[in-house]
């Protein structure tokens, strides 16, 4: 891609914006206050915004690779404070995608350096989850279930954190686990009970 196109592509972007709206950069000055925290991947065939059909304004979005919520991560940690305590978002949600390189990089014995302690957090996922994954024989559908294992594992990981706890109890905070398809461009909502899957762990987890 020729970069300096970048900057002619922002100027037919700008001129689009404000023959439909004259006001329309004013009002993003105004702040913000989106309904929605999106954590999905940076995968750049996944764009947040568009495969929601949201505008500006209407998601927060925070992305790495895989859409993992380590509680050891500042970054993502840091804008699930920020959305759910400042900006009041009423919806979380963790958006995987199917054949997620990611997800695929953390199922081969590969050293890839810098990497590894990243990726051994969806290892762990597959650690959890050994039984099922192994008794599935083919290799594409276990690559697709750890990645709807991983969006499970990493929305069990926002439930854990004391904001998101204080904020389902005070004003009802839903958590959502969604894979995008790449394959044909659908979003799949996992519909993951979370009661039935937080049962026996939030005595452990639970904060007051």
């Known amino acids: 891609m020729d970069i300096k196109q970048i900057f002619k592509n922002n100027q037919n972007w700008v001129q689009e914006k404000l023959s439909i709206d004259s006001n329309y950069f004013k009002n993003l000055?105004?702040?913000?206050?989106?309904?929605?925290?999106?954590?999905g991947c940076s995968d750049s065939r996944v764009t947040a915004e568009e495969l929601m059909g949201v505008s500006a304004g209407e998601a927060f979005v925070h992305r790495n690779i895989a859409n993992m919520v380590p509680n050891t991560d500042l970054s993502v940690m840091s804008v699930i404070d920020y959305a759910v305590l400042q900006l009041k978002v009423n919806h979380i949600v963790v958006c995987g995608h199917y054949y997620c390189g990611g997800v695929k990089a953390a199922m081969q014995?590969?050293?890839?350096?810098?990497?590894?302690?990243?990726?051994?957090?969806?290892?762990?996922?597959?650690?959890?989850?050994k039984e099922e994954l192994n008794a599935i024989t083919d290799e594409e559908q276990?690559?697709?279930?750890?990645?709807?294992?991983?969006?499970?594992?990493?929305?069990?990981?926002?439930?854990?954190?004391?904001?998101?706890?204080?904020?389902?109890?005070?004003?009802?905070?839903?958590?959502?686990g969604w894979v995008f398809d790449i394959h044909s461009g659908n979003l799949i909502d996992l519909k993951i009970d979370f009661d039935k899957l937080l049962?026996?762990?939030m005595e452990i987890y639970h904060l007051d």
């Open 199 to 201: 049962d026996n762990i």
């Open 109 to 129: 014995s590969q050293d890839l350096g810098i990497l590894n302690p990243w990726l051994r957090n969806i290892r762990d996922v597959y650690r959890m989850h």
């Open 29 to 39: 000055t105004e702040g913000q206050s989106p309904d929605i925290l999106y954590i």
């Open 142 to 176: 276990k690559y697709k279930r750890l990645v709807e294992l991983n969006v499970e594992e990493q929305c069990i990981n926002v439930l854990k954190t004391a904001e998101v706890q204080r904020a389902y109890r005070e004003r009802g905070i839903t958590v959502h």
